[in-house]
């Protein structure tokens, strides 16, 4: 199951006459006396062999020549074209240096264009592994889903690779590479392929799976875990799926194990045999672990029906249903499943009739996140009916000890919210959560479970300062707000980024999309010292296996 990953990577070597160039960053803005690398490329990734660098203004800026790549130095206020030529083509970069020795807060120190005829696509983080590898990656999609252009991109914007992927870029490695599942773009998968720059120690390596590849995570030594959902054919009502682990450095398959099943089971005089189903049960979203293993929550479900007939027709109110549903908290390693607890478990039964939906509450397994200090932060949702039969959502934060549940924290949800709530955890030392839904911004203390602040706004928490203060994007307002540990907003500065992320600590930057252009920008914004340690999770609203289930248990319930 191992083999040379599809797509073309192309970085180092030399260009064909006929590809057109690109500056990597495509535009500049620089303060006085500061000094920025900008490098040059073809459309499809390659580097110039011998490179001409010249600059519209000299007064402006200096430029020095190092092959494809160039040092720009700021000289004096004003603007000037930047322009590279090799194998008869040109290109140009604008350059901008402001009188300021330092530049103003929500100013764009670089951008990236995205590839023109291509759709722009979120950012990926990438794992900085040496002085050569990538800080994080841009995806272009195909509009017609056939395939992606990923540019393995610097801090400061320079292009360290690209590859042509045919199929759907999914995140960066613990080794500076580019994991993806190939085939048509956004569908489902049976082939995880790793991607990497030519001269990487980790080789590309491709996978094939025994079914559709649903989810994956990756420990803090590389192995990496896939959840795969097969579905056989001589009989399509006993799907199941199961769990892969394989050598993040290989791609090599070490272990694999099933899932335990979920059942759902038919009995009474309406049936003339009782019918048992196996289903997969549910795994939450994988998160990483450290001890080469990774967490999950994991939904184990047992339905069962039994219905009571007249002339052959069912008689409703007359029938049962029982159900039993738990929610574990579940360690996975290259052995299988390790349960840690049970963080919810619900035994219903009543009669089938229309109010039973009533009686029945639901939830849909999270994600899962180890802190610095060992503890874990798990997250749900869930659903349930009121008595005029609406859904009602509410959203949970557990924190755990040494497998105990020493604080929970449960907020009211929105079940026709579309958009997902954002949750930016952060635990140095004292966990706490910030939660935003896009109307609220919330900050939750987790060692006491109380609510530290609330404010109305729509602006999304993406940055921890170790002041115990958080940055938000308001991308309403363009505009980025510093909110301290009381709910005071500090500071306000612009920012037009969609996507805002840390991709280098400690620099005094952000990095995003440009919600206009969709260029990759890197942003300026004062120099805080982040914590040091926190984790961003969009956690969907849309409760769509919430949903699901509930439709299923009418539907075989009718």
């Known amino acids: 199951m191992l083999a040379i990953a599809a797509g073309t990577i192309a970085a180092g070597a030399q260009t064909k006459p006929s590809e057109e160039l690109t500056l990597y960053p495509s535009s500049l803005t620089i303060a006085m006396r500061e000094a920025r690398l900008v490098s040059v490329a073809t459309r499809s990734g390659r580097a110039p062999a011998r490179v001409d660098w010249t600059i519209s203004n000299p007064a402006v800026a200096t430029i020095a020549a190092y092959g494809p790549s160039a040092e720009i130095r700021a000289a004096s206020p004003g603007r000037a074209l930047i322009t590279a030529r090799a194998n008869g083509r040109t290109t140009t970069s604008e350059l901008t240096v402001v009188e300021e020795q330092e530049l103003r807060l929500g100013t764009t120190r670089w951008s990236v264009a995205p590839i023109s005829g291509l759709a722009p696509r979120p950012l990926l983080d990438a794992t900085r592994v040496d002085d050569e590898g990538p800080d994080l990656f841009a995806v272009d999609g195909d509009p017609m889903k056939r395939f992606a252009i990923v540019r393995a991109l610097r801090a400061d914007g320079r292009l360290v690779w690209q590859a042509n992927i045919r199929g759907t870029p999914w995140a960066g490695d613990q080794f500076g590479g580019l994991l993806a599942r190939l085939g048509t773009l956004d569908q489902p998968s049976r082939t995880l392929a790793r991607f990497d720059r030519p001269r990487s120690k980790v080789p590309s390596w491709r996978y094939r799976a025994r079914g559709d590849i649903d989810d994956f995570a990756e420990a803090d030594d590389g192995t990496i875990f896939l959840t795969i959902q097969t579905h056989p054919r001589l009989n399509v009502r006993d799907e199941n799926s199961q769990v892969v682990v394989i050598d993040g450095k290989t791609g090599l398959e070490s272990s694999h194990f099933a899932l335990p099943p979920s059942t759902w089971q038919m009995t009474g005089a309406c049936v003339p045999k009782a019918t048992l189903v196996r289903r997969p049960s549910e795994l939450g979203s994988l998160g990483e672990g450290a001890n080469g293993g990774v967490y999950a929550e994991l939904l184990v479900t047992h339905d069962t029906w039994n219905r009571v007939c007249q002339k052959g027709r069912p008689v409703y109110g007359r029938g049962r249903f029982r159900i039993s549903r738990e929610l574990q908290l579940v360690r996975l390693t290259r052995m299988g499943f390790a349960p840690i607890r049970t963080l919810w478990r619900e035994d219903a039964e ?16 999270g994600p899962v996140v ?106 309403a307002r363009n505009q980025v707000i510093e909110v301290n540990f009381r709910g005071v907003v500090l500071r306000t500065f612009p920012a037009r980024v969609d996507d805002p992320r840390m991709v280098v600590r400690g620099q005094g930057v952000f990095h995003g999309i440009d919600p206009q252009t969709h260029a990759v920008v890197e942003v300026q914004e004062p120099g805080y010292v982040e914590t040091g340690w926190s984790a961003m999770l969009d956690v969907s609203t849309m409760f769509e296996e919430v949903r699901r289930r509930f439709a299923d248990f009418l539907i075989e319930t009718r």
């Open 350 to 365: 009543g009669v089938d009739t229309l109010d039973r939906l009533k009686s029945v509450e639901d939830v849909a397994p």
């Open 370 to 475: 180890e802190l610095k200090s060992g503890e874990l932060i798990a997250l749900r949702t869930h659903v349930t009916a009121d008595a005029s039969g609406r859904l009602q959502t509410r959203f949970s934060v557990a924190r755990l000890a040494r497998g105990e549940i020493v604080r929970e924290v449960v907020r009211p949800g929105d079940a026709k919210a579309s958009k997902p709530w954002r949750v930016l955890i952060d635990a140095p030392d004292v966990p706490r959560v910030y939660f935003a839904d896009g109307t609220t911004l919330h900050a939750i203390d987790l060692s006491t479970g109380n609510l530290s602040w609330s404010m109305d706004t729509s602006a999304l928490p993406f940055e921890a300062i170790e002041t115990n203060s958080v940055a938000a994007n308001d991308v």
